[in-house]
């Protein structure tokens, strides 16, 4: 008798990992993942956290060829990345501040520059 073959599923390693577009960010979305280009960072300030610790802040415009979002960057990431990048952005969320929709990248995220 033959060997049978085990068959494996190809499936992605983190079904979440799929990239977005900006067009198809909405309210509340968390795990996301894009790819987008930096148009403009505000000078950065500083800010109070809610744990009492002080730290700056910027806001950075990105945009794809779909649309533009505003991304909030902290501490070291106003330095690791600037004006003109291509950036790569996982496990993000999205939440609504000013009336606009904005992307965080909280401590379990990542945004790195590829461009």
Known sequence: MGKKKKLKKKQPKNLREKKLKINELRLGMSNVSLT????????????????????????????????????????RQIDEIGEGDTIEITNGYIREFRGGLQLNVPKRGEIKKVG
């Not at 700056?56 to 909030?72: F, H, M, N, P």
């Open 36 to 75: 987008a280009k930096i148009i403009d960072v505000s000078e950065p300030r500083e800010v109070m956290t809610r744990l009492g610790y002080r730290t700056r802040v910027a806001t950075a415009t990105i945009e794809d060829d779909t649309g533009k979002i505003e991304l909030t960057l902290w501490g």
